[in-house]
């Protein structure tokens, strides 16, 4: 069992540049793998979610900016519909008349220091607004998928490392329960005998 699930709280890394540097790697590979895990649940259906406009709403403005993390050329249907987990024809029929949804492909911004700064803000804002999205969902229940047990276990590790981007004190099954929104209960059931879970 993993002891280090309840036992422990969160002890950041030394704020080195080396190990600042890495912390920022490791959150952006646990992002990806955050995003690989919502895109292997059922596609979002139906009107849309107050909390979906409100997503979708700011990653048009970060498009146009020229502020995401995507391939130039992409287009901001094609974008929002893996944003937001739903078949492109949803954001067609929400956005009718909007010839920017599959007209345009998208350009980066220049390169400067400052607009490159300014977008990894833009980019944080909106990771953090995506959570909120995915929080708003039904709670995650049963037998762990693949997928979840791999974010888990990368999690376990940044975690340790004090590579994660979360208050100090925080235990393990607080940070894991809100990553893989589920009870913590199913954590605890998961790894059994893990007291590091929630000390």
Known sequence: GDKSLTKCGFKP?????????????????????????ASSQPLQKGKMTIEEEELAEATILAFERGMLSCPPGTTLRQYLAKTLHCDPMRLTKKFKGDKSLTKCGFKPCKQTPELLEEAQCVRAALADQER?????????????????????????LAFERGMLSCPPGTTLRQYLAKTLHCDPMRLTKKFKGDKSLTK
């Open 13 to 37: 890394c030394k704020q080195t540049p080396e190990l600042l540097e890495e912390a920022q790697c490791v959150r952006a590979a646990l992002a990806d793998q955050e995003r690989r895990l």
């Open 132 to 156: 909120r999205l995915a929080s708003s969902q039904p709670l995650q229940k049963g037998k762990m998928t693949i997928e979840e047990e791999e974010l888990a276990e990368a999690t376990i």
